[in-house]
């Protein structure tokens, strides 16, 4: 089966990308950047994802608690299409969490896309301490 591809970019349009997904389903994580932020996301394999433009050198980095995490935002308006999601700590990782090896794509940043129709999983990051 073929996935959907969706139009994705910022608020500005600086950002453009696409990616390949069936959508299932939104996450809402409850730590602090995410709960502030109201991002809906669906995670991707790197491969999924292709940024028309810029390059991601040319977005802006935000970084913080494990410092794993790469959250990249657009220096124009400030909105945050995608992220690649932090290395699980070491209590995640006893817990039999693997690595994911991919992209965490605001879903709110997809042209059509209507998170209503999706269930939402709920992620309680407040509750991982960090290593």
């Known amino acids: ?3 959907r591809v969706w139009q994705g970019g910022c608020h500005c349009g600086f950002i453009r990308f696409e990616v390949a997904a069936d959508i299932d389903h939104v996450r809402v994580c ?4 995410c709960h502030q932020r109201g991002a809906l996301n669906f995670r991707v394999p790197d491969r999924a994802l ?9 977005l802006r980095l935000y970084q913080w608690g494990s410092g794993t995490a790469k959250d990249y935002f657009c220096p ?9 999601p932090s290395e699980p700590t070491r209590q995640e990782r006893a817990e039999g969490m693997q690595p994911f090896d991919g992209w965490a794509v605001n879903t709110r940043c997809l042209a059509g896309f209507d998170p209503s129709l999706v269930p939402v999983v709920r992620i309680a990051g407040s509750r991982v301490a960090l290593d």
């Open 1 to 3: 089966m073929t996935a």
């Open 30 to 33: 409850d730590c602090s950047i």
């Open 50 to 58: 292709t940024l028309h433009h810029p390059d991601l050198d040319d």
């Open 76 to 84: 124009r308006c400030g909105i945050l299409p995608f992220r690649r």
